[in-house]
């Protein structure tokens, strides 16, 4: 069964350092997102990406956050300077279908010291 | 605007008992909901899923959950339960007919412990 992986299951870096995240999403997919979840809390929306250009945002998504695809399987997202409060659980997702159900990766555990 | 409330941030259940996890929504319009299981240390599994037709939807593990559009429901049943289904269940909504291009909108999650 197709799925999305995602790669390093768990970075420990040091304060002010960048940080990218690696996803592949499903082949046939078309939209791509990634989720954040802090320790204890709930799923936030971060960021979706269609037809290589972002598609919607949230607040959390500020300038210090990007995200590309830069061939045509892996989508990426890049912390630029990482924060002790960037310390989370993140999600890749894709989607293609009518129904909006969205598949997620087991996540990249980001721990900030 | 979508976004879901789930009552009871944790619930506890002996083996064998009924579970039931709460989960309301707010929708400005025909919304498509989920749900879906967390176990510790792994991602977002789903559980099932309501777009259209059926109002009881069937699930893995034994779960159905009810869409009931006059009270803004879709809470998650299982009739008896396994100590297996110790996790996370969070319940998430996304506008309808918009493919795959919406945002899930997630709630903040019910933790399951399960007793003997």
């Known amino acids: 069964e197709p799925e999305v992986t995602q790669t390093p299951s768990h970075q420990v870096t040091q304060m002010g350092q960048e940080v990218i995240l690696r996803c592949v999403p499903i082949?046939?997919?078309?939209?791509f997102y990634w989720y954040r979840q802090i320790l204890g809390q709930k799923v936030e929306f971060l960021v979706s990406f269609y037809n290589n250009e972002i598609s919607e945002k949230s607040e959390i998504f500020d300038d210090q956050f990007s995200v590309e695809r830069p061939d045509g399987s892996n989508f990426t997202l890049k912390i630029r300077s990482t924060k002790l409060e960037d310390s989370a659980m993140y999600f890749c997702?894709?989607?293609?279908?009518?129904?909006?159900?969205?598949?997620f990766g087991e996540g990249s555990r980001l721990t900030v010291l | 605007a979508q976004s879901v409330t789930q009552l009871g941030s944790h619930v506890s259940v002996s083996e064998g008992a009924l579970v039931l996890l709460r989960c309301n929504y707010s929708?400005?319009?025909?919304?498509?909901l989920f749900w879906y299981v967390q176990y510790p240390n792994q991602g977002l599994q789903l559980l099932l899923k309501?777009?259209?037709?059926?109002?009881l939807v069937k699930g893995i593990n034994g779960f159905e959950a009810e869409f009931k559009k006059s009270e803004t429901s879709f809470h998650l049943t299982k009739p008896s339960a396994h100590m297996s289904d110790a996790a996370e269940y969070f319940c998430?909504?996304?506008?309808?007919?918009?493919?795959?291009?919406?945002?899930?909108?997630f709630g903040t999650g019910t933790q399951l412990k399960v007793e003997l």
């Open positions: 309501y777009t259209t037709g059926a109002t």
């Open positions: 997702a894709s989607g293609g279908g009518v129904t909006g159900e969205l598949f």
């Open positions: 082949s046939n997919h078309l939209y």
């Open positions: 929708s400005s319009v025909p919304p498509y």
């Open positions: 998430a909504v996304s506008p309808m007919g918009a493919g795959g291009g919406n945002k899930l909108t």
